[in-house]
């Protein structure tokens, strides 16, 4: 039978404690920094689908629509609420240099990238 100590429980809770936080670390993200992002795809420049982040979750369509940005806390997704086109996707954001943003389509709870990638300009 194995017997634990006191000490012996808290060292055991704080390693599975900092664990718990390493597992999390790995998915989170944050949203993308603020600047304009201009968007490609196969086909060359998708200019609807650039946007402008800025001030702090906020992003703006060429339009003029705004909408905010949060993250996913299970996958780390960056999720666009609110404008469309942008709206239809979720995006993995990579602070580069430069930074950019990879564009996810989302299909019965799996993400695969949609082929468009945009960049800070």
Not at 21 to 35: C, E, F, I, K, N
Not at 58 to 79: A, D, E, Q
Not at 108 to 118: L, N, V, W
């Amino acid at each position: 039978m194995l017997r634990m100590t006191p000490a012996g429980i808290g060292v055991a809770a704080a390693l599975a404690a900092s664990l718990c936080l390493a597992a999390a670390a790995a998915v989170a993200q944050s949203v993308p920094a603020s600047g304009r992002y201009q968007c490609t795809g196969a086909s060359g420049a998708t200019a609807d689908l650039s946007f402008t982040v800025g001030p702090g979750n906020i992003y703006t369509t060429p339009k003029g629509f705004r909408g905010t940005m949060s993250v996913h806390p299970g996958t780390g997704n960056v999720l666009f609420h609110g404008a469309p086109p942008q709206a239809s996707y979720q995006a993995r954001y990579s602070g580069g240099p430069p930074p950019q943003v990879v564009l996810l389509t989302v299909k019965d709870g799996a993400s695969s990238e949609a082929g468009i990638t945009c960049q800070m300009r």
